[in-house]
């Protein structure tokens, strides 16, 4: 059990620091302004792969995600640009990413981002080819939500202001984690075997919507999530139960949704959430279908 815990412990420790140190290098050269200027004038197609691509590098620390995506929408970038960058940035961050690769290897949690992705793409375009003009209020917005700094530096401070970031935000989050495995150590130890399964069910046809509401009930974060991925993995749940698990976790923040409502009017904050739920719960039975067992 303490080999479980040390193990897991270190093993996520690291993940973090790096992937947050490397993608922190991406984020010195791809600034919020920079951002905005790569989104405005691109045709749809385009202007949503880069969109994508931004927020897989976005951070999702202190309520980073809103603010630029008002700023997508204050420059005057289409809406489906806009929504593809907010559905896909909080799905693909780096702690999600580092819980997969530590639990199931690097295909799994490659995969994972990929049908991140894949939601907020497809996500985006249909929201933006909705009639969404009238709910999006620029007008009472603030200009100050994103910073327009523009900064030259070279390679070597670039290094040093990614390692600095990437310290602050491991700091933001290893007593979560720490938290996350000792319970993750505990329940494996402890917990008996199919107490969660009796609630939603090894086999249940609507397993994957039950662990969507569960995650919206307990409202928890994704480095909190731990002991109940472990206890999914334990008692043999498919693949896709836990990807939708997990990705609820990390989409449906409310916090940010009050945040979002100075941009947009409820009635759009509901066609988003809609959509976003069903997509996770689609490409969950999608996951389960394509790796049930033969």
Known sequence: ????????????????????????????????????????????????????????????????????????????????????????????????????????????????????????????????????????????????????????????????SAMRNSLKFFKGFWLYIFIGIALATIIQGYVPNGLIVDYIGLNNPFAIPMAVLLVILLYVNIAMVLPILIIFVDQGFPLGTIFAFTMATTATSIPELLIMKKAVKLPLIIIYMSFLLILIILSGYLVNFTFRPE
């Not at 193990?7 to 140190?21: A, R």
């Not at 960058?85 to 994972?112: C, D, H, M, Q, R």
């Open 1 to 160: 059990m303490f080999n479980f815990f040390i193990t897991n412990l270190l093993k996520i420790y690291l993940l973090v620091l790096v992937i947050g140190f490397f993608i922190g290098i991406i984020r010195e050269y791809i600034t919020p302004e920079r951002t905005r200027k790569l989104l405005s004038g691109k045709n749809l197609l385009l202007g949503n792969l880069i969109s994508s691509f931004i927020a897989v590098i976005t951070p999702v620390e202190e309520f980073s995600i809103i603010p630029v995506f008002i700023g997508l929408l204050e420059t005057g970038v289409h809406p489906s640009i806009a929504f593809t960058y907010l559905l896909t940035a909080p799905i693909t961050n780096e702690v999600a990413f580092a819980l997969f690769f530590s639990l199931f290897g690097y295909k799994i949690a490659f995969l994972y981002y990929g049908l991140g992705i894949a939601i907020g793409l497809l996500g985006g375009i249909l929201i933006g080819s909705l009639k969404i003009n009238n709910y999006i209020k620029i007008s009472n917005l603030k200009t100050e939500t994103v910073p327009n700094i523009e900064e030259k530096r070279n390679f070597k401070d670039a290094l040093k």
